[in-house]
Structures are given as structure tokens and as C-alpha cells.
């Protein structure tokens, strides 16, 4: 198949870079044979990982930056000092089309700043959000914002729902999500006054697919396909997920090897219990996307492993293969011609 894509990877984030991120790569390009690769680091430190790798080698090439941005380095800071570093170049590749998307397990803030000033905020988008997926009872759900804004007004909060529409149409596959807003309560008299506001707005905006508010207890379940809320609250709610995750897998561990019965109960269950670890594994839930730029970021797990990297090089890929930009773009101008509309219709 012929190379149509090209994805540039901050070979030099993550806590095992650029080890992880060679060795993943290699592992999205089996997925995606039509992928090439721009790998931006330190060429003594990521030419041995790919020269081992021949299919890889043949379809990759590597850019040399000797500078790299810290794990714990402050936003500022990294947009100031790190202008020629991996990071920065990478997403910089996209900005002037030598590459399609950039993916980074690196410093999320560092991250998110250098593709705002590089990248631009879309028309229409007053703030980029994070957005990511997760397993529910149903499947998967989208959430955003993650963590990118800690306070939001109502404007922002529209935004993400009409974006986090967008990927869930592109990385779900779904024809017509649902969504609600994240609330302390799904009766419609609860909440502060953004959530009031945004409710009103998306119920004359999309009247079918929106369903109002939903509560914590909701996000597993399934209850809608898209869940919106501010940066902190979204953040607060993946990590416990991520943290419930964990101690449900330790649990198990711990009853399986509690007694010789129940190993013995593991051994006739093993089957079971290797479809329940997939369906929970977080490396399959990896990649979670900057939407409201011009361009595709995707922020890797700074800790994942070459197969959780491999996961958000294939989020990648989806996001350019699917057009999300132009969704985004697309949905952004129809709210907008609505919502006057509908202001025309008051007056």
C-alpha cells in the first residue's frame, strides 16, 4: 500500500523515551502500512532502536534535535527555552504540512501551549479541550475537557460537546452520538449557571442527540456517548476511573492467590479473566487528542509501554483518515448559523 500519511512523534517524551516510542511506532506500522513516520530526537539515541527495526527504518526518518522538553518544566518556561526541541519541531511539522498529525508522550502543559501558539485555536474555538475514551457497560464513551481547562463558561462547554461529537463520529464510528453535561444532579433546575446556559444552547442546537445532564455514576454505565465538563472536574473523573481500574485488577490478583481453591477457581475461569484484563487494560485506551486546533495533537501516557504508544499512534491515524478538523470546522459553522437563527427568531 502506498504511503499517504505522515505522523510526527516526539521521539524524546515520555518516562522511557525513546525506547517506548520507537518500539511502539513500530508496532502502529504493522496496523497502519500506509503510515510514514518523522521521528524528532536525538539521532545517536534513536538510530540504534531503528536500525534494529528494518521495516521501520524503510519507512521513518529521523530529525536530529539535541534539545528535549523536561517532564517537570513549566509551561512558560517550555515555550520560552523550547523552541528547538523535539517537542516543539514535531508540532511544528504540522504547521507547515510536512506532517499530518504530531503524537507526544511528554509534558502535557509544555505540550498544549506549544501547539497553541503553533497550531492556532479553529475558527469559532475559544479554547482547545482535551478528549479522550473509555470502556462503560455499553462499549466505549467519549469525555472531554480533561485537564486543558480548569474553568469554563458556557461558550466553552458548547464547544466541547460540538467537538467531542466530532471524534466520537471519527474514533467510535458513531453515526449520530448522544450527549449530556456532567452534573451534580440530572434534574434540569441542578447546576451552576454555565451549565444552566449550555443546556439551554445544546437543546436547541442538536434537540435529539442531547439529553441534558448526567451524573458521576453515569460515566461507566454508558449513559450517553459523549460527556462534557470543565478541565478540572474531567480530569478529577478519569484519574478515579483509571484508580478504579487498578484496584479491581489488584483485588483479583489478591482473591486468586488467597487459597489452592481459588487458584484452582482462576485456572477454570482463566479465559474469562483474560477477556475482563483486555477490556480494562489502559494502554488500550491511550491517546487522548487536543481538538479545537488547526492540526492533530495527541498526547501519549507519559508512562505507557510500546503497545499503549501504538494505541495513540492508531488514534492518530482515525483522526486524520476520518477528517476530524474539517468536522470540527463543519459543526462549528452550522452552530453558529443556528444559534442565530434562533436569535432572529426571539427578536
Known amino acids: 500500500m502506498s504511503v499517504d500519511l505522515t505522523i510526527a512523534l516526539d521521539a524524546m517524551g515520555g518516562d522511557k523515551a525513546p525506547t517506548v516510542v520507537v518500539h511502539g511506532v513500530n508496532i502502529a506500522r504493522k496496523r497502519h502500512p500506509e503510515a510514514r513516520f518523522l521521528l524528532f530526537g536525538r539521532e545517536n539515541e534513536i538510530k540504534p532502536h531503528v536500525d534494529r527495526l528494518a521495516k521501520l527504518r524503510a519507512v521513518s ?207 477454570l475461569a482463566r479465559q474469562a479473566m483474560q477477556k475482563l484484563r483486555k477490556r480494562l487494560d489502559p494502554r488500550r485506551y491511550n491517546g487522548a487528542v487536543f481538538l479545537g486546533l488547526n492540526g492533530i495533537v495527541v498526547k501519549s501516557h507519559g508512562g505507557t509501554d510500546a503497545l499503549g504508544f501504538a494505541h495513540a499512534v492508531s488514534v492518530t491515524v482515525d483522526m486524520v483518515r476520518h477528517g476530524v478538523i474539517a468536522t470540527i470546522a463543519k459543526d462549528c459553522e452550522n452552530a453558529a448559523i443556528s444559534a442565530s437563527a434562533s436569535r432572529l427568531a426571539a427578536n
Do not use: W
Open 61 to 267: 526518518e529521523i530529525v536530529h534535535c539535541e534539545d528535549k522538553v523536561e517532564s517537570d518544566i513549566k509551561p512558560s518556561v517550555a515555550l520560552r527555552s523550547g523552541r528547538h526541541s523535539s517537542m516543539r519541531r514535531a508540532i511544528d511539522s504540522v504547521r507547515d504540512k510536512r506532517a499530518d498529525a504530531v503524537v507526544s508522550a511528554g509534558n502535557t502543559g509544555a505540550l498544549m501551549a506549544m501547539s497553541k501558539l503553533s497550531l492556532r485555536t479553529m475558527p469559532g474555538i475559544d479554547r482547545p479541550a482535551i478528549c479522550s475514551f473509555f470502556p462503560t457497560q455499553r462499549g466505549e464513551s467519549v469525555m472531554l475537557d480533561l485537564g486543558a481547562n480548569v474553568h469554563c463558561d458556557a461558550r466553552n462547554l458548547v464547544d466541547f460537546a460540538i467537538m467531542g461529537r466530532a471524534f466520537a463520529r471519527a474514533v467510535l464510528g458513531l453515526t449520530a452520538p448522544t450527549q449530556a453535561l456532567l452534573n451534580v444532579g440530572s434534574e434540569d433546575i441542578k447546576g451552576h449557571e454555565a451549565l444552566q446556559a449550555a443546556r439551554a444552547i445544546l437543546a436547541r442546537l442538536d434537540p435529539e442527540g442531547f439529553k441534558g445532564f448526567v451524573e458521576g455514576d453515569d460515566l461507566l454505565r454508558g449513559s450517553v456517548d459523549v460527556v462534557v465538563t470543565d478541565g478540572f472536574t474531567g480530569n478529577v473523573a478519569l484519574k478515579t476511573a483509571e484508580g478504579t481500574a487498578e484496584l479491581i485488577g489488584e483485588y483479583l490478583n489478591r482473591t486468586f492467590r488467597s487459597s489452592i481453591m481459588a487458584s484452582l477457581g482462576y485456572l
